[in-house]
């Protein structure tokens, strides 16, 4: 059963702490994706992939890490520097050619992170 | 930055009534996608259009493109109360980026 999964769905965080989202696949997808969601408004990027070991800024990179050691799996840290991490994340995976750019994206179901 | 911006934020319609969403974008693509959103939920992919096509059709979807005016807009035909939910526009070159998205409500 193909998909793209994320834990933990819910998560709480100290003021300080850094924390870890975890996004896997089994969908062979080349190339994964990391968004934030605010309340009310739409997806905006983090960080993306498009192939193992390297991976670019997007729009709000600032205060998050990633890493891309292995095809099926793209975590994201969010650190103590980003200022109001309170969001909801979205990983996607999706195909991707340097002709055609990037295809369908498949989402998972999304981590609320919650900062106490 | 956000590169789709749908138009209505909002709209609300009847059962049976046809929807209507509009998404602007302002530089290449080389497709541009829909997608639906539930409540706290991930989102799913609808229909995809690639910049060389003008439209397309998905059981009760109908997407246009024009890419001269960068533009797209999706219809939903005889909309069903299960159609609640928010649609985004994303235009894909590179990387996709979301519009902030039309939330539509279908009362029974």
């Known amino acids: 059963d193909g998909g793209i999964t994320q834990s933990p769905k819910y998560l709480f965080r100290k003021e300080g702490q850094n924390v870890t989202l975890s996004c896997e696949q089994n969908?062979?997808?080349?190339?994964m994706y990391w968004y934030r969601q605010d309340p009310g408004q739409g997806l905006r990027l983090i960080y993306y992939?498009?192939?193992?070991?390297?991976?670019q800024k997007g729009d709000i990179a600032e205060g998050y890490s990633v890493s891309r050691e292995k095809k099926e799996s793209f975590p994201l840290t969010v650190t103590s520097a980003q200022k109001n991490p309170t969001a909801f994340y979205l990983c996607?995976?999706?195909?991707?050619?340097?002709?055609?750019?990037?295809?369908?994206?498949?989402f998972g179901p999304g981590t609320r992170l919650t900062v106490l | 930055s956000q590169q789709g911006e749908e138009d209505p934020q909002a709209l609300s319609i009847q059962e049976g009534e046809n929807a209507t969403m509009n998404c602007s974008y302002k530089?290449?693509?080389?497709?541009l996608q829909w997608y639906r959103q539930n409540s706290g939920r991930g989102l799913v992919h609808l229909i995809l259009?690639?910049?060389?096509?003008r439209e397309k059709h998905s059981g009760r979807l109908r997407v246009t493109l024009d890419t001269s005016k960068k533009s797209s807009s999706l219809l939903i035909t005889a909309s069903r109360a299960a159609d609640t939910a928010s649609y985004f526009c994303a235009t894909a070159y590179n990387d996709m980026r979301f519009g902030a998205g039309t939330r539509l409500t279908v009362k029974p």
């Open positions: 996607a995976s999706s195909t991707y050619t340097s002709r055609q750019g990037t295809d369908t994206q498949y």
């Open positions: 259009i690639r910049s060389n096509e």
């Open positions: 530089t290449s693509i080389n497709n």
């Open positions: 992939s498009q192939i193992v070991n390297d991976f």
């Open positions: 969908l062979n997808h080349d190339a």
